[in-house]
């Protein structure tokens, strides 16, 4: 295997496959996109479609939370072709309150490519399962191990974790990314999609943020982590930069009738084609409101709301009027769950007594 050039041949340490699989067909979850090991020996084949969904999905979601959006979705929309020939809004609708919009913007595409150019049926490799919109090493790693047993590495936050403690890394792991996926690029068995599944397993259940149930774990006999009597001390955290803060209006406008007026973000940008109310633009120091239009506005409170790369505090004004603005449309109160809103447009709503 090749190496890099601060890579020494020593550093990476043997993974006992065989002990990580006997303790997965064991102990393995129960995922709704899962094909359990005893069915995998029977010659049951994961699905690509579910596999690939549920791995967007858990891009920066746990798995508690993403349950119920992949069951509305594999209700709605069983195949991948169903999923292409759905309106992206209707996506984005479904979508909502998942957090990290792109992914839904790009699952929609992803969807379209695999019928517009394969057929329908997502390719086998993780090189050209690469090649499709939303998907780069770790989804298509993951879907071409899990479904096809290609013998690729799969390093998922999990994982890094896993190795982090078991080679004990004396640095952040975003700095020995090589030595991870080397570590576990060599122990990659033919059962290639049980043991990508199971490691993922060992570092939710077993190896997990804050604990190290090392007794139960397969790895323990050859973990440095675990003889340093304090494996929890890895992964070393990273040095953290302090977020800005970044702030801005949002303007609730309430018709006398009941309705709501909302509009569509622009295409590109932070919560693209998303669903918003109307608001001024986010800044780096807090502005002086420029409201929409005049009338008896108050100011009701804040909504504080923090992003990947930022915090942000909008300060929320309501008004009761008749006045729509250039784009936009009237929202019934009653039927906001069917609109796009995002969770911070939700806590919008809710600021100004909107439920």
Same mark, same amino acid.
């Given at each position: 295997?090749?190496?890099?050039?601060?890579?020494?041949?020593?550093?990476?340490? $043997?993974?006992?496959?065989?002990?990580?699989?006997?303790?997965?067909?064991?102990?393995?979850?129960?995922?709704?996109?899962?094909?359990?090991?005893?069915?995998?020996?029977?010659?049951?084949? +994961?699905?690509?479609?579910?596999?690939?969904?549920?791995?967007?999905?858990?891009?920066?979601?746990?798995?508690?939370?993403?349950?119920? /959006?992949?069951?509305?979705?594999?209700?709605?929309?069983?195949?991948?072709?169903?999923?292409?020939? $759905?309106? @992206?809004?209707?996506?984005?609708?479904?979508?909502?309150?998942?957090? /990290? /919009?792109?992914? &839904?913007?790009?699952?929609?595409? #992803?969807?379209?490519?695999? =019928?517009?150019?394969?057929?329908? =049926?997502? %390719?086998?490799?993780? &090189?050209?399962?690469?090649?499709? %919109?939303?998907?780069?090493?770790?989804?298509?790693?993951?879907? *071409?191990?899990? #479904?096809?047993?290609?013998?690729? *590495?799969?390093?998922?936050?999990?994982?890094?974790?896993?190795?982090?403690?078991?080679?004990?890394?004396?640095?952040?792991?975003?700095?020995?990314?090589?030595?991870?996926?080397?570590?576990?690029?060599? *122990?990659?068995?033919?059962?290639?999609?049980?043991?990508?599944?199971?490691?993922?397993? @060992?570092?939710?259940?077993? #190896?997990?943020?804050?604990?190290?149930?090392?007794?139960? #774990? +397969?790895?323990?006999?050859?973990?440095?982590?675990?003889?340093?009597?304090?494996?929890?001390?890895?992964?070393?955290? +990273?040095?953290?930069?302090?977020?800005?803060?970044?702030?801005?209006?949002?303007?609730?406008?309430?018709?006398?009738?009941?309705?709501?007026?909302?509009?569509?973000?622009? %295409?590109?940008?932070?919560? $693209?084609?998303?669903?918003?109310? %109307?608001?001024?633009?986010?800044?780096?120091?807090?502005?002086?409101?420029?409201?929409?239009?005049?009338?008896?506005?108050?100011?009701?409170?804040?909504?504080?709301?923090?992003?990947?790369?930022?915090?942000?505090?909008?300060?929320?004004?309501?008004?009761? *009027?008749?006045?729509?603005?250039?784009?936009?449309?009237?929202?019934?109160?009653?039927?906001?769950?069917?609109? $796009? @809103? +995002?969770? @911070?447009?939700?806590?919008?709503?809710?600021?100004?007594?909107?439920?």
């Amino acid at each position: 295997m090749a190496q890099t050039a601060s890579m020494q041949h020593s550093e990476i340490s $043997a993974i006992d496959a065989d002990a990580v699989l006997d303790w997965y067909d064991r102990h393995a979850r129960d995922l709704p996109w899962r094909v359990s090991p005893a069915d995998r020996a029977r010659g049951v084949k +994961p699905n690509p479609y579910f596999v690939w969904l549920s791995e967007i999905m858990l891009q920066q979601t746990t798995i508690a939370a993403v349950r119920k /959006y992949f069951a509305a979705f594999t209700r709605l929309w069983p195949t991948v072709q169903d999923l292409a020939a $759905a309106p @992206l809004d209707d996506v984005l609708v479904q979508w909502a309150g998942l957090g /990290y /919009y792109a992914r &839904a913007r790009n699952l929609h595409a #992803c969807a379209t490519a695999v =019928v517009v150019h394969h057929g329908g =049926v997502f %390719p086998t490799t993780a &090189a050209a399962l690469r090649d499709l %919109p939303g998907i780069g090493d770790y989804t298509s790693s993951a879907i *071409a191990a899990i #479904c096809h047993d290609e013998r690729v *590495a799969v390093v998922d936050g999990n994982v890094d974790r896993v190795i982090a403690r078991y080679l004990a890394l004396s640095k952040p792991v975003r700095e020995e990314k090589p030595l991870v996926r080397a570590t576990v690029q060599n *122990a990659v068995p033919g059962r290639a999609g049980d043991f990508a599944q199971a490691m993922m397993d @060992l570092g939710a259940t077993i #190896c997990a943020p804050r604990r190290a149930n090392c007794l139960l #774990c +397969p790895l323990e006999p050859d973990c440095r982590g675990t003889k340093t009597g304090n494996p929890v001390a890895f992964p070393v955290p +990273p040095a953290k930069a302090e977020k800005p803060r970044r702030h801005g209006h949002a303007f609730v406008i309430r018709h006398p009738d009941g309705k709501v007026f909302l509009r569509q973000r622009g %295409p590109k940008g932070m919560l $693209a084609k998303m669903t918003e109310t %109307p608001g001024s633009a986010w800044g780096d120091v807090e502005s002086v409101v420029s409201l929409p239009f005049s009338g008896d506005w108050r100011a009701v409170g804040e909504v504080n709301h923090t992003f990947t790369h930022f915090h942000l505090t909008l300060t929320v004004w309501s008004i009761t *009027a008749d006045n729509p603005l250039d784009e936009g449309w009237w929202a019934e109160e009653t039927m906001l769950d069917s609109e $796009a @809103l +995002p969770s @911070l447009f939700r806590k919008v709503l809710k600021t100004a007594g909107i439920r």
